[in-house]
């Protein structure tokens, strides 16, 4: 007999993306939610930064009704990774993961608007300017108190899902929050190149064409490429180039790439002050001539970049999802798809066994589950990270060896390429 009286069955804490695709993946359970968001929808221009989404993230997104409202989408059918300074390069294609695409790009905005909008008509509750500042479980039930219009509110739940990117983690009784400043940022910006660069043709997955028409098939949404000019064809080629100072990618995006520069702190804030022509100029000099003079560029923005994770991710009453349960460095694009996976497979034990939610039973099945994708994802993104960051002769040797020896080996360019898609079971 449950002798507790509670508001929700569900309360989350955070309104990012994450927290707003629990929460839509629960629409029509039958389970009561409440979503508590401290702000509320962004102005574009606040954040530029692109998504790179796998394939399973793509189905999450149909599946809650978000994919098809995502104005631009751009497949990634090569990816091509080379070091600064070394001879190696490989270079991945959606035929050696035997894919019709390696991935899509997105932009973290359409995503955030696109999930905010589908929240409007639904039956979940949710609070805009909703600031939770504290969070409890005492007697069995989660406990959560928030400021909302200038007044503290106090509402329970059986279980809290904590979505709010790691800031509240110092409250959960019985987590750690491990963190590693990389000292680095990442930033930024859409930027126009006078090539998209080509590769030789063996080693180009597919034609554009071919798979926009096939991609089109499933969605109807593709790129739209409409630069000036004559017409520029988009071959759908994401660049990723290690430096010692760190990695930069170059992803396709529309007719321009999205810009990830990871720079040391202080080069971060040179680069932000710069005005255009000298941002380009230094990029160009920086990731060198492959695809010609960078000529264009949008608003650029800096991130501050740190490993953070949480263990363990459950906690009496309590589990920790996306950012709040792993925050990863951008190289490996896979925060925002670990994140959604999160979020998916919490539902998916939720609406299995609504009697159990928040339960312990529920928690360590939850926690079990999510274990390996989590610590393959960070360790495989943290890896990488020491790999090719850095000045170390013998590592220096290792990686253009290493580059060179996985372009000609297709199992392991399958195994990379998988594993960057998918995560853990790639
Ligand atoms: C430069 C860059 C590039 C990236 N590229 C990729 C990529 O290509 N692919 C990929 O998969 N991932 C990528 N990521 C990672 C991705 O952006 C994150 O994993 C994702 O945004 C995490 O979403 P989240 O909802 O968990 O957390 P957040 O986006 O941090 O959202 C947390 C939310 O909680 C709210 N909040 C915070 N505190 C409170 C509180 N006390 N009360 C109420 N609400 C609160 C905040 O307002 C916010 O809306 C990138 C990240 C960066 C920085």
């Given amino acids: 007999m449950n002798i507790h009286h509670y508001d929700y069955d569900l309360i989350i804490i955070g309104g990012g993306p994450v927290g707003m695709a629990l929460a839509l993946a629960l629409r029509g359970s039958g389970t009561s939610v409440l979503l508590l968001e401290a702000r509320g929808m962004p102005a574009k221009t606040e954040d530029s930064r692109p998504l790179a989404l796998s394939h399973g993230s793509r189905l999450i997104l149909q599946r809650l009704g978000v994919w098809d409202a995502l104005p631009e989408v751009t497949p990634i ?18 035929d050696d993961a035997g894919v019709p695409a390696l991935g899509y790009v997105v932009s973290h905005h359409d995503v955030f608007r696109s999930m905010h909008e589908a929240l409007q008509n639904c039956n979940v509750d949710y609070l805009e300017g909703a600031q939770v500042t504290r969070l409890e479980t005492p007697a069995g ?8 219009g200038g007044i503290t509110k106090k509402v329970t739940a059986r279980l809290l899902a904590v979505a709010d990117g790691g800031r509240l983690t110092g409250q959960i009784e ?20 006078e090539r998209f660069g080509s590769l030789p043709p063996a080693a180009v997955a597919k034609p554009f064409t071919a798979a926009l028409s096939r991609s089109a098939k499933r969605t109807s949404q593709t790129t739209k490429v409409n630069g000036n000019g004559p ?9 990723e180039r290690f430096t010692p100072d760190g990695p930069v990618a170059l992803l396709p995006s529309g007719d321009r790439f999205a810009l990830v520069w990871t720079v040391s702190p202080a080069a971060a804030q040179e680069i932000l002050a710069l005005d255009d022509t000298a941002f380009l ?19 650029r923005a800096g991130f501050p970049l740190a490993l953070k994770y949480a263990a363990p991710v459950t906690a009496c009453r309590v589990v920790l999802i996306g950012n709040a349960a792993q925050t990863l ?10 994140g959604l996976r999160d979020a998916w497979e919490l539902a998916e034990e939720i609406i299995a066994s609504p009697a159990d939610i928040g339960a312990p039973v529920m928690l360590a099945r939850y926690g079990d589950k999510r274990q390996t994708d989590s610590s393959v994802g960070r360790i495989f993104t943290d890896s990488l990270i020491k790999l090719f960051s850095n000045d170390d002769l013998v590592l ?10 996985l372009d000609c080996l297709p199992q392991a360019k399958r195994f990379v390429a998988r594993r960057m898609m998918f995560g853990a079971r790639g």
């Fill in 396 to 405: 220096g040797v290792l990686r253009n060896s290493g580059l060179s020896a």
């Fill in 77 to 94: 059918l090569t990816i091509h990774i080379s070091s600064r300074g070394g001879f190696g390069r490989t270079v991945l294609t959606a």
């Fill in 141 to 148: 039930l989660g406990e959560v108190e928030f400021q909302h």
């Fill in 329 to 338: 460095h951008p190289v490996a694009g896979q925060g925002f798809n670990l």
């Fill in 174 to 193: 019985g987590v750690t929050q491990h963190v590693h400043d990389y000292q680095q940022w990442a930033v930024v910006a859409r930027v126009k190149t």
């Fill in 231 to 239: 017409a520029r064809t988009q071959p759908s080629i994401a660049y």
């Fill in 281 to 299: 100029a230094r990029l160009h000099g920086h990731f060198g001539d492959r695809l010609g003079k960078f000529i264009e560029t949008g608003k």
